[in-house]
């Protein structure tokens, strides 16, 4: 874009050569961006030794930001930066002139278009180079824009590897002691008698149920790094769906009545085996988000409401409820 602009600018201002400079505000220095017909040696010239603010023609301008005219280049009282004055003369430039870009007051570089003419521009000349600087401005703006994002999105990417990382890190901190609670309620149950537990023995079986559902979920996070590697496996199996239900009901009945709710199954006996797709079995993994789902909605609404269950877990309204919970078409376990 900028090369095209400088292009034109020096073709429709009869001029031989122009160059386009983007300014640093760090280093408070011109930097060359785009050029046309500009020898190899002035862009070494420049490359290596910027231009400043305040100095030569492009430097003027800017600072003043008006456009700067220089006559006769040759004239050691003109304004040209002192690195490129003897390049510019040897090369038979005469004189040139310097347009700043500016947007909203802050400099965004400069357009200097070179030519072996002696004599200033006319002021047709000025203003057609004036409407190309302001294209320019806008070239260097989006330039600056997308370097931005593409900035951002590195950064967003690296914040994103990060959090990975803790995730996993902190998983595997969490199954450690969750597999010490388990293997002790495990133990406490099988050997009631021994530990004297056999009141509480439901009680610690629902733990050890809760503890395993919560072991599945640290393994779902888990598998978050995993499917950013792309190497997440998915495992058909086939699921009893009773036992399930009757998991379900037993943790999420008790968050309802704390809340003086009810949750009913409405199930066929023998309820039907279905066929999933979960991760791999070796990671100990069960279709467990419907006992969340329903959890979440027997606890979410203030009494007294009535939740059904049917046998593919999908929420629907009970007659002469006081609340009424609508599911669309083929929903599956959730609040709807």
Known sequence: MLETIVGCAVQLSGSDSGIVY?????????????????????????????????????????????????????????????????LLAREGLRSLLAIPLVRE???????????????????????????????????????????????????????????????????????????????LTEMMVTNAARFGTEKAQEPLQRVNRAGTHLLGLINQVLDLSKIEAGKLELNPQTVQLTPLINEIIGTAGQLAEQNKNRLVVDAWSPVSISRVA????????????????????????????TLACSS????????NSRRRMWRRPHAQAGCR
Not at 69 to 82: G, L, M, S, T, Y
Not at 146 to 171: N, T, W, Y
Not at 278 to 305: E, I, K, M, V, Y
Not at 312 to 319: T, Y
């Open 105 to 183: 007051q802050r400099v965004l570089g400069g357009l200097v278009i070179l030519r072996r003419e002696l004599g200033a521009f006319s002021p047709d000349v000025v203003a057609t180079l004036q409407t190309f600087a302001a294209q320019s401005v806008l070239a260097i703006q989006n330039a600056r824009l997308f370097s931005e994002i593409e900035d951002k999105s590195r950064q967003l990417q690296q914040a994103s590897e990060h959090k990975s990382q803790f995730v996993a890190s902190m998983s595997h901190e969490l199954r450690t002691p969750l597999n010490a609670i388990l293997g």
């Open 22 to 86: 983007e300014f640093d505000e760090v280093a408070q220095t011109f930097q060359a961006r785009a050029w046309h017909r500009i020898t190899a040696e002035h862009l070494a010239i420049v490359r290596a030794e910027p231009i400043r603010f305040g100095e030569g023609a492009v430097g003027r301008a800017g600072a003043i930001r008006e456009p700067v005219q220089v006559a006769d280049i040759a004239d050691e009282r003109q304004f040209v930066a002192p690195q490129t004055r003897a």
């Open 278 to 305: 979960t991760r791999p079995a070796s990671a100990g993994c069960r279709p467990s988000w419907q006992q969340s789902g329903l959890g979440s909605c027997a606890n979410s609404f203030p009494p007294p409401l």
């Open 312 to 319: 593919i877990l999908p929420i629907r309204p009970v007659p």
